[in-house]
């Protein structure tokens, strides 16, 4: 428990991206994490195309994928009204994803791989250490945090302090930089079935005018079941979240066929709400990633990429703020993340709030899936910035809005 130069708080995905990217480089890094690995992780547990490209980074795709992790040819939407959206991961409009398919695992697997990339890249890993307060210099600057670990209380200094310890994150509110919006105001619940009939190698996503559902093959013949509410039903399903939960999936007339048969073979954990952010993603001395950061809906699936690619990102400028020769320099580094986030990611949250707005109109939905239906290229294009391969420009374009949404559309 000495101090370090980084000091990180979560093992997930973001926390072991940017721990294996700086430990890579030389830098004392810490990671700690109030869990013990393996753990579960509610989560629908989706990685895209392109989040391939941070797992070969860390020299973990090959032993992700022989995990038993599922490949994914693409995503499938049906909407209230029938239509169903056909999603390939494709090389067309002339993009090109590092991998063609996409990846389904259980976070148990993945995150322990990542954790371990990280480890053997030099960080130091400690876990069932959980942080209850930042430590500050007198003028405010993070310097690192008071934890407990086997029942005792200590102090970890650090040079910089990263959040990544997911929604509801510590440092985050420690650091006074968590909001929540109030639209939309969802939950989920997460479980893992096997025997589930009809389960292909595309992700499915199931729109239902009172909330939605993601499965998928997750290997080892499980699946992935991940079914999101508005917050206003939480009172009903803390009553009985596991018959709460039952009774929905057999109310979907598309899906009571294929779970009759099926055998629930893990708790239902429920987690969110989501839809929250930072206002800034760095401070004096700290900085978050990952859904620490932002997490504003799970329907297209970004939080796995984001982490990874976030980590990526950060790095390079805890890396610069390491270096800099004065506080005023490290924290103008740690300041440029914030615009570097926005850049990576600005066009993606945009899409990320249209389509949570069309998910929760089936007017809007039903109007959308209908073209999409009819038109497998748009279809392809959207799957594609879902899949981070294609950028967000090409659906935010008025022409493609057009299409979608106007053009031939009764």
């Not at 895209?48 to 040819?73: C, F, I, K, T, Y």
């Not at 169903?84 to 322990?112: M, N, P, Q, T």
Request: hydrophobic share 45%; charged share 25%; with cysteine.
């Amino acid at each position: 428990m000495a101090d370090a130069d980084v000091l990180v708080v979560g093992g997930g995905p973001a926390g072991s991206s940017i721990a294996h990217a700086l430990a890579s480089r030389g830098i004392d890094v810490m990671v700690v994490d109030r869990a013990r690995f393996p753990r579960p992780k509610p989560c629908a547990e989706y990685l895209s195309p392109q989040a391939s490209r941070s797992l070969a980074r860390m020299g973990a795709l090959d032993e992700v994928e022989r995990s038993g992790a599922a490949a994914l040819a693409g995503i499938r939407v049906y909407a209230p009204n029938g239509s169903v959206i056909a999603g390939d991961f494709v090389a067309k409009h002339g993009y090109h994803g590092f991998r063609d398919r996409g990846l389904s695992v259980r976070r148990e697997v993945l995150d322990a791989i990542l954790l371990e990339r990280a480890g053997a890249s030099g960080a130091r890993i400690v876990e069932g250490a959980k942080v209850t307060e930042l430590l500050r210099e007198p003028d405010g600057r993070v310097r690192g945090v008071r934890l407990t670990l086997d029942d005792s209380s200590r102090e970890v200094r650090a040079r910089v302090v990263v959040g990544a310890d997911g929604l509801g994150s510590v440092v985050a509110r420690r650091l006074g930089l968590t909001r929540r919006l109030r639209w939309p105001r969802r939950i989920a619940l997460v479980t893992h079935y096997k025997g589930v009939k009809d389960v292909g190698e595309h992700g499915e996503m199931h729109v239902a005018p009172d909330g939605y559902v993601g499965i998928a093959d997750v290997g080892g013949g499980l699946t992935t079941v991940a079914a999101v509410f508005p917050v206003s039903r939480s009172r009903e399903i803390s009553r009985d979240r596991i018959e709460f939960l039952r009774r929905w999936l057999f109310d979907q007339r598309r899906l009571a066929l294929r779970f009759a048969s099926a055998e629930r073979v893990t708790p239902v954990v429920a987690t969110g709400p989501f839809a929250s952010y930072a206002r800034r993603a760095s401070a004096p001395g700290a900085a978050l990633v990952g859904d620490a950061a932002d997490f504003f809906d799970p329907f297209t699936g970004e939080g796995i990429y984001a982490a990874l690619r976030g980590g990526e990102i950060l790095a390079d400028h805890v890396t610069e703020s390491l270096a800099a020769a004065t506080p005023a320099l490290a924290d103008a580094a740690l300041r440029e993340y914030d615009y570097a986030r926005r850049r990576e990611f600005g066009g993606k949250w945009l899409v990320e709030r249209v389509i949570g707005a069309v998910v929760a109109s089936p007017r809007l939905i039903n109007r959308a899936a209908r073209r999409l239906a009819a038109r497998k290229d748009l279809a392809d294009l959207l799957i594609g910035v879902t899949g981070n391969f294609v950028p967000a420009r090409e659906v935010i374009r008025l022409g493609y809005v057009w299409n979608v949404f106007i053009s031939g559309v009764p």
